[in-house]
């Protein structure tokens, strides 16, 4: 067991966990950021994706003590304060979500996405969310919902 | 519009009705309104009456409308007490909505037997089966507002009427909120039934059919939906199973001492499939898993290797001895022996897996007497809504409080509550503590409950005139109705049908998914019916039509698809179209269009069309995302999906190995038409799925002139075909 200070949605979090603790067990199970998920523990499906100082990144697969270094750690909870995050906005107007369950990791790719490339074209946003599976098949939603928050509505075909 | 998924017992609503409490009782129980200044008598009438509590309201005018259905994505958070609140005149700006206690008697639908109550949200039944149990309820909650109106102003009651939350005098000019009524509430003598001719004209809906945003989706944008996996308590420990990937085998735990002797753990909980491990952390849990060494015994799945069992299959299929009929139309044997040409095709399909994007889990707290317990979890229900606790803990059911949580898919796996029991048996063990009990994917796939492999021989005959005079269609496979059902034909006119499925069986855990037995026997019927199009050079439209004279229903999808999709369009170089029609209570036809290339046998669907008949529709773009999102699901199992078995093992573990179809591989559109429709409402859940099969390999025959018969068609399939 080791302490660690977590800088999460830009508060300090001591954890007592031991070393190699997947950060993704670290934010559910010990602190109750439990808006992100867990699909599959292995990088394939998405559900647990987060940022680690802007970074969109599988928090499954990180190890607790590789960010408590002073990374700024960002989970849906702290997107934005009431949910009224361009893309939660636009996730709402596309009535994306079916299940729910994939979708914190969807919508922190998605903000990735739209932070570096605020124009994407259909093929980059599909390339850039390729990583996020959603067994409900709300991709086309989510397609959507993107292009909606980038306010470039293109047509389909 | 506001939700909240807060649990609701009968004390917390006592508690927080902070104006009256209006229980409008259906099934000729009375309404009791009770003033919540008298919380003792209040208290004596919820002792006394089984309510049938389905709304609250307070004197600012809010609701609270329970939904007794699941919510896995579905939108019964929304179509339930949208269909209550058309009928209740209800002003939908002011209706919270939360799940029900699980109570079948007051909260039940229409169960398989007539008079029978179930809270069991399988088979695509939800909106079916709740549609005029909340009509009913609804009508009779503003019944009871009108009267109390009536009386207030003395007024006969056939003068008033009710709009948006308001009760109308018109003569008079006056108006009064719902909410401004609660002090002047009073049990009406007699409460009509209200028969359907005396509901709404489904002409006058101004909820049912508009676009209304679905009352959960905030919450599934902000990360606070609540799922049974995201629920903790104080003082809660962790549970995992080791279940071997062999089922049906037992476990020998041969290093206990180790495992007890590791950080956290506080036991080991043995089954007959598997070993328990709990551990204060959930990472101590599961690498106490990891280190577990168990021998596994042989099992009655041992031996057995999926892919091999196909010829056996056929040879089942060759017996002259016909299997379990389930249909028998006409005679079948006199069309084949005056048919002018015969046509008979096998059909196989490998199993597949349910892939819910939230693995099983559940969280149990039982009481430390042992007497009691509570359940957190995301289940499709069942017959008993306690989930089996009771019976497994030997307590009463109504010491058993399930609260149900959103659902991360169910697709028919969460309608079966094997990890329920299994966290029922972790958390009496440990009680008073909590558990919750995590299944990994890994286990939820090694251990998964598949859509059957099975084999279908399909035989049709023609006359001279190339009409479809009969249909023989014989499944073999495991399970039963899992793969035999969806294999009748209602709405193509073939004056002989026979259907008959012969069992094999291998010891593999089956389930139902999503459209069951209509995912293969769909697949199987729509192929031969183009295979029989091609070779009498009829157009596979045109020969639907012939087939659908005697159905209007189904005929005018068909017309619509064909619409929507330009049939009879010019098609872009190197694609194809291909249609395919489905009944699964909703009638639907879809056409789509697709591409292949041929290095890779990478086969490319873009487009999809899709016109459906579902009655009246209560939420139009939430059924357009039950077919989005059902052909997204029937598309990754026709193309990737597979589930193997190597002397009786699973092969695959994880997303790695079953893979699912990603963004990159969506159609550029799925387009739905909704034919306008004042019938009972049907379910709309399962009928795309099983048209992606039929509708790709239909496509892919008119592209090609190969045949795909092995569902799924992954790119080695496909080259193999096109290279044969
Ligand atoms: S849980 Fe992290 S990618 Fe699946
Ligand atoms: S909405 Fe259910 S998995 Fe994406």
Known sequence: MATYTLDINNIKHEVDVSEGTSLLWVLREHLGLTGTKYGCGIAQCGSCTIHVDDTPMKACILQVDTVAEGQKIKTIEGLSDDGDHPVQKAWIEAQAPQCGYCQSGQIMQAVALLKENPNPTREEIKTYMNGILCRCGTYLRILEAIELAAGAKIPTN | MSITSKRIDRRQFLKSSSGVALFIGVSGILPQLISCKEPKKLAEQLEKHRLTAWVQLTEAGELTIYNP?????????????????EEMDADWSKVKVEFSPQEAEIYGGEGWRPGSKLMFTVGSRTTNSYYSTMRKAGAQARYVLLTAAADHWDVPLSELSATNGQVVHQKTNREIGYGALVPFLKMPETLPDFAEDQLKNP???????????RTEIPAKVDGTAQFACDIRLPEMVYGVLERGNLHGAKPDLTNEEEILAMDGVLKIVPFDYAIGVIAKTLEQALDAKKQLRI??????????????IYA?????????????????????????????????????????????????????QVAEDLQSAEVWV???QGPDTKLGVPGLLGILPEKVTVHLQYLGGGFGRRSMNDFVEECAVLAMEMAPRPVKLIWTRKDDITYGTFRPLSLQRL?????????????SHCVVGDGGNLVASGARNDHYDIPNQLVEWREATHGIRLKHWRSVGHGPNKFAIECLLDEVAMDQKIDPVDLRRKLMAKSPKALATLEKAAELS???????????KGVAFVEHGSLGTGVCEIS????????????FWIALDAGVIVQPDNVKAQMEGGIIMGMSSVLKEQITIEDGRVQQSNFDTYQLLRMQDIPDRIETALIASYDHPEGVGETATPMVAGAIANAFLRLTGKRLRHLPFTPERVLEVLNS
Do not use: C
């Not at chain 2, 002409?203 to 945003?213: N, P, S, T, V």
């Not at chain 2, 035989?459 to 249909?471: C, F, R």
């Not at chain 2, 990478?602 to 487009?607: C, G, L, P």
């Open chain 2, 596 to 607: 292949v290339d041929r290095n890779s046998g990478k086969i490319k669907v873009h487009n």
């Open chain 2, 312 to 364: 056996e299959y056929q040879k089942i299929a060759d017996r002259r001895q016909k299997g379990e009929v389930t249909v028998e139309i006409g005679d079948v044997g006199n069309a084949l022996r005056s048919a002018s040409k015969t046509y008979m095709i096998d059909f196989k399909n490998d199993y597949v897996y349910h892939a819910q994007m939230e693995p099983l889990n559940a969280v149990v």
């Open chain 2, 566 to 576: 330009d049939w009879n369009g010019p098609v872009k170089e190197g694609r194809a």
């Open chain 2, 459 to 471: 035989q049709a005959t023609v006359d001279a005139t190339a009409n479809i005079t009969g249909l």
């Open chain 2, 378 to 380: 995301g289940s499709q």
């Open chain 2, 203 to 213: 002409k006058d809906f101004r909820l049912i059919g508009k676009e209304i945003a």
């Open chain 2, 295 to 308: 021998d596994w015994s042989k099992s009655q799945a041992s031996g057995y290797n999926s892919q091999q």
């Open chain 2, 69 to 85: 259905a699941a919510e896995m994505g579905q939108g019964s958070m929304t179509s339930l007490p949208l269909i209550f609140a």
